[in-house]
């Protein structure tokens, strides 16, 4: 497995991670965002941060564009998890996708985000060829998502 992981900076951890939280937590979504609850590993303490929501065909994922960041690995310890928006919680499950199944959803990841989190895709964006996709799809954990409770 990829070690991948491109740590936020101050700003992207005091200014853009806390703003957009706010807005969410108070129903406002910006681009698909919501605030991902998910329990430590280690603490078993709730853990928040905010994440964009994929949909593709119906489906439900969640893409870490930094890479193996300490929400993919609280994730893959406690298999779900809450998103939350405004106050609407919506309680899941999450399988994590093999890299060969990434293609489609990175695609369609990168031609929502880009703006936002291009940089972090070494170069690659929603037009590289699938070899390309392929090549990064390691370093940027995938999670299918199904909801099992909404409150």
Do not use: C
């Amino acid at each position: 497995m990829s070690t991948h992981v491109q740590k936020p900076g101050w700003f992207t951890i005091n200014v853009f991670n806390r703003a957009v939280s706010w807005l969410t937590r108070r129903g406002l979504s910006v681009w698909g965002s919501r605030v991902l609850a998910v329990r430590g590993r280690k603490s078993g303490q709730w853990r928040t941060t905010p994440v964009n929501l994929l949909t593709v065909d119906g489906q439900q994922y969640l893409v870490a564009p930094r890479g193996h960041v300490q929400w993919t690995h609280n994730m893959r310890a406690a298999g779900g998890g809450e998103l939350h928006l405004g106050k609407k919680v919506d309680e899941f499950t999450a399988v994590e996708v093999g890299d060969d199944e990434k293609v489609p959803l990175l695609r369609a990841y990168l031609k929502r985000w880009k703006a936002e989190v291009g940089a972090f895709f070494n170069g690659v964006g929603p037009d590289s060829a699938d070899a390309d996709l392929r090549r990064i799809a390691p370093d940027h954990p995938v999670f299918r998502i199904t909801v099992t409770h909404s409150r």
